[in-house]
């Protein structure tokens, strides 16, 4: 069973930054796509930005430019490195690792990230 832990989160005025992580457990890390979610109040859980194995990366058009995921193979850990926040960035952030070899899908507990002055 693969466990992922976030950390990082916390209240920024607007035009702050954060940066987020996630430790994974287990041991097919580096061969999944990784990802980082997020659900604001009363709204559904949309994608943000996604990282593979072999470290492509996408991201949502709302994020694009301010936003970077990266990830270290090494630490079993995905970062999301967030810049020029804005209130609409608001809400809790999830980890999700995508194992292409078994197809199976896990999450993390979520991070809540606020933006606001």
């Known amino acids: 069973q693969v466990q992922l832990v976030e950390s990082g989160g916390g209240l920024v005025q607007p035009g702050g930054s954060l940066n987020l992580s996630c430790v994974a457990s287990?041991?097919?890390?580096?061969?999944?796509?990784m990802a980082w979610y997020r659900q604001a109040p009363g709204k559904q859980r949309e994608l943000v930005a996604t990282i593979s194995g072999g470290s492509s990366e996408n991201y949502a058009d709302s994020v694009k430019g301010r936003f970077t995921i990266s990830r270290d193979n090494a630490k079993n850990t995905v970062y999301l490195q967030m810049n020029r926040l804005k209130p609409e960035d608001t809400g809790v952030y999830y980890c999700?690792?995508?194992?292409?070899?078994?197809?199976?899908?896990?999450w993390g507990q979520g991070t809540q990230v606020t933006v606001s002055s």
């Open positions: 999700n690792m995508m194992q292409g070899l078994t197809g199976l899908s896990y």
């Open positions: 287990g041991n097919l890390f580096r061969v999944s796509t």
